[in-house]
């Protein structure tokens, strides 16, 4: 848990002194995809939301000024997925819809520009068999 929390420290200052370099926020966003997945095997569970709901929304940000690099579109798909069954584990089927309807188009247009792949094949059936199963509820 310690250098998860410093490497989020160390990623929100290089981000901070290089605002113009975005691999940065990328990275502070995995970072604290990372911090929240410790959190959750440490079953502090009410610090999650929070770190993975901000890793989102540098993510969408990312995407949205740069919405041709690969790797910030596969990291948003999976930050949508993630957060979708969250959703749909607490409930929430019509928010968990929602996310996954923003997802598979992601995922879907990765899959069919990097066909050899896996990978994107890979989240792009996940993310339609999350669909499934919310609408199914």
Do not use: N, W
Not at 13 to 24: C, I, K, M, S, V
Not at 62 to 71: G, H, I, S, Y
């Amino acid at each position: 848990e310690e250098y998860a929390t410093e490497a989020v420290t160390l990623l929100e200052e290089l981000a901070e002194q290089y605002p113009d370099e975005p691999d940065h926020q990328a990275d502070l966003a995995h970072a604290l995809m990372m911090k929240a997945r410790i959190e959750r095997e440490l079953g502090r569970a009410g610090r999650i939301e929070a770190i993975r709901e901000r890793a989102l929304e540098i993510r969408e940000s990312l995407v949205a000024e740069f919405p041709e690099k690969q790797r910030y579109q596969k990291d948003l798909a999976q930050s949508l997925h993630m957060k979708a069954g969250q959703l749909l584990q607490r409930g929430q089927v019509q928010e968990a819809e929602q996310l996954y309807r923003r997802c598979i188009p992601i995922s879907d247009r990765l899959s069919a520009e990097f066909p050899g792949v896996l990978f994107y094949a890979e989240a792009s059936c996940q993310a339609h068999l999350g669909l499934a199963e919310t609408l199914r509820r």
